[in-house]
């Protein structure tokens, strides 16, 4: 217990220097707070070009991570609940995308996107974002996969249900839980790029992680804390929503692959 507060301490410091900063008005050396405190770190977060960012970011966080499940929910289940030739290498290309330096794979991309008009779009960033969370929700699922046999959904189809249905009404309800802790993981992933982004996007599509870097190279302190704390957030409050998943005895996302 006393180590887990520890943990819990020494994870929250650097929100508290955060805050600290965001509410400073004047703060110097070798001051443990601020001597006066001000509000204009958090006003500048209701400026329109944050807003129009953060909309950005949490738009195309969400449709990576739907799009992303959506696409390695079958690719999990066949991994997860079926053995079959090749299974390996299957397993390594759709790891790739995420072995190869992001730099490297993301110039080919940038080349591509140019020919076909994607470069410098909000849906090309966010076609771009698929590169990584796929590849993890994939993986994830596999392992929420691995742990079934599938003589649930052969008793529900000897009971006349067919493939889609049996899927829906007796899979998708038992495997929920990993599922929506896949998500959650594809979209911190997603929310948090700013290499891809910066890339694809062009300078032209502005997410939160843009500004955020914009201002951490610049010379303002409070400006930076309040948009690092905007930009930790959602992610904290996405981490602790998944963590009640994993505490309730969902997937084990150690290990894919089962025979069966």
């Known amino acids: 217990m006393a180590a887990a507060a520890l943990v819990a301490v020494v994870v929250a410091l650097p929100f508290v220097s955060l805050a600290l900063w965001t509410f400073a008005g004047e703060w110097r050396f070798p001051d443990l707070v601020p001597a006066e405190w001000s509000l204009r770190g958090v006003a500048h977060l209701a400026d329109s070009r944050v807003l129009s960012a953060a909309t950005t970011s949490f738009g195309v966080a969400v449709a990576a991570a739907v799009v992303a499940v959506a696409a390695g929910l079958p690719a999990g289940m066949a991994l997860g609940m079926y053995e079959f030739r090749g299974k390996v290498a299957v397993i390594f290309f759709i790891l790739l995308p995420i072995l190869v330096p992001p730099l490297a794979s993301t110039m080919g991309i940038h080349l591509t996107f140019i020919r076909l008009g994607l470069a410098d779009t909000v849906f ?18 596999a392992s929420v996969f691995a742990d079934r046999d599938g003589a649930l959904e052969e008793a529900a189809r000897t009971l006349g249900a067919g493939p889609w249905r049996a899927f829906l009404h007796v899979t998708l309800p038992q495997v929920a839980p990993g599922v929506a802790v896949a998500a959650l993981f594809a979209f911190l992933i997603s929310w948090s790029q700013y290499i891809l982004t910066l890339l694809i996007g062009g300078g032209n599509v502005v997410t939160l992680p843009m500004l955020l870097f914009s201002a951490a190279s610049g010379n303002d302190p409070v400006i930076s804390s309040a948009l690092a704390l905007a930009f ?7 981490l602790v929503f998944a963590l009640r998943f994993l505490k309730d005895g969902s997937p084990d996302i150690s ?4 025979a069966s």
Not at 124 to 138: K, R
Not at 232 to 238: E, G, I, R
Not at 255 to 258: I, S, V
């Open 124 to 141: 090309g960033v966010f076609l771009v974002h698929l590169v990584p969370t796929v590849p993890y929700a994939a993986i994830i699922l």
């Open 255 to 258: 290990a894919p692959g089962k």
């Open 232 to 238: 930790a957030l959602p992610a904290v409050a996405v």
